[in-house]
């Protein structure tokens, strides 16, 4: 089955700094990578996704690249506001067929102002 | 429309008890998954249902068993509560076309004594 591995588990940074949180998968079929953010006591929710046939998404402060042949995907996020702290899940399907999600570790980001 | 809604929210039990956690979806996906997540943890795959009538086996089954109701409904039965299954447990659900994202429920966090 999928293996996906997450660093670093916690990550502290100044606002207005950058952060970048890593995932490594083992899957070679896999083509779907969503990314979650968990703020404390709530359910993750998707905050940006990327299918294979992209090396890289965008959406305002946030961005997903892929590297496909080393198997291993990033999300970036800029220009860092305390609201940004919570912990971010990578995951990623399991073979062609995509029912199946294997999730990371997590990675607790903290903001601090 | 509520999206993914579980029910209770909390619950207490004690060792040996039985429980059934419930969950509904109004966004017509025929797949859903149950999820436990342990402290400080990442999300951890117990069963899913890829469309009304199936179930198969997750990372974690053992001492938990589902029904697919119908196509809105995906219940989580312990048969035997034991303090190791204590736990937030997330519901979600996703679109059958492959490669798409999965939408969570607010979770029911449960306590085994």
């Known amino acids: 089955g999928e293996n996906v591995e997450q660093h670093p588990s916690t990550l502290s940074v100044q606002e207005g700094d950058s952060a970048v949180i890593k995932c490594t998968y083992s899957?070679?079929?896999?083509?779907?990578f969503p990314w979650y953010k968990q703020e404390l006591g709530k359910r993750p929710q998707l905050i940006i996704d990327?299918?294979?046939?992209?090396g890289e998404k965008k959406d305002q402060r946030i961005a997903v690249t892929l590297n496909k042949t080393a198997k291993h995907f990033s999300l970036h996020i800029t220009e860092t506001q305390p609201e940004d702290s919570a912990v971010y899940f990578c995951?990623?399907?399991?073979?062609?067929?995509?029912?199946?999600?294997?999730f990371g570790g997590g990675t607790r980001v903290l903001v601090k102002p | 429309n509520a999206g993914v809604t579980q029910t209770p929210k909390f619950q207490v039990l004690k060792t040996g008890q039985s429980m059934t956690l419930q969950c509904a979806q109004d966004?017509?996906?025929?797949?859903m998954y149950w999820y436990r997540q342990d402290p400080g943890m990442g999300l951890r795959l117990i069963y899913y249902s890829a469309s009304e009538g199936t179930t198969d086996k997750g990372e974690v089954p053992n001492g938990y068993n589902v029904s697919r109701l119908n196509k809105r409904e995906f219940s989580l039965r312990l048969e035997s509560a034991a303090p190791s299954q204590t736990s937030v447990y997330f519901c979600?659900?996703?679109?059958?076309?492959?490669?798409?994202?999965?939408?969570f429920g607010d979770g029911t966090r449960l306590s085994i004594l």
């Open positions: 899957d070679s079929a896999s083509n779907y």
């Open positions: 995951a990623a399907v399991e073979g062609a067929a995509g029912n199946k999600l294997t």
């Open positions: 979600a659900s996703k679109r059958t076309q492959s490669n798409q994202p999965q939408h």
């Open positions: 966004m017509n996906h025929n797949s």
């Open positions: 990327i299918r294979s046939n992209v």
